[in-house]
């Protein structure tokens, strides 16, 4: 077996034993407008995307060297102010779900509830969504492509 048929195998078996999420979960982050809104987004980076791809195929590209050059000059300390930012809210966000989830276990008629059919259903797809809108998120930033987000 290659090292990518284990990899693959790996990711198969995680998908499979996917961690229990409840609606109590998903309720809380879920956003009909900004999921819209994220559509949106995703549709207006792909025409870009498009309008890039036309350039590149193009032979001249002083213009877009020049472009790119000021917008490094422009928007270089603002990246690095967004990246503090974004890490120290992602270190309170994590210490906090992690008391959520301490304190919502230790209620059980909450937990019976949270656990039923059909709250565990539409948390599931809940989750689906923010898997989703991570996933393309995660591609667009590994392809050096901003973040409509």
């Known amino acids: 077996m290659t090292s990518h ?3 693959r195998e790996k990711y198969l078996n995680a998908q499979l034993t996917k961690p229990k999420t409840t609606i109590l979960d998903q309720i809380h982050s879920y956003n009909y ?3 819209n809104y994220l559509v949106k987004q995703l549709t207006e980076e792909l ?4 309008k890039l791809n036309a350039m590149l195929k ?3 590209n002083k213009k877009e060297i020049e472009t790119i050059e000021n917008f490094v000059s422009n928007h270089e300390k603002d990246v690095i102010e967004q990246l503090n930012n ?3 809210i992602s270190d309170q966000l994590k210490n906090i779900c992690e008391e959520n989830s301490k304190l919502e276990n230790e209620k ?6 949270l656990y ?4 565990t259903e539409l948390a599931n797809s809940m989750r689906k969504i923010k898997k989703v809108k991570n996933d393309i998120l995660y ?4 392809q050096g492509i901003h973040s409509p987000l």
């Open 33 to 35: 407008n900004e999921n």
């Open 139 to 142: 591609f667009l930033e590994k």
């Open 108 to 113: 059980e008629e909450l937990h019976e509830l």
């Open 5 to 7: 048929e284990i990899m």
């Open 58 to 60: 193009m032979e001249n």
């Open 86 to 88: 974004l890490e120290e």
């Open 116 to 119: 039923s059919d059909k709250y």
């Open 47 to 50: 025409k870009q995307q498009k």
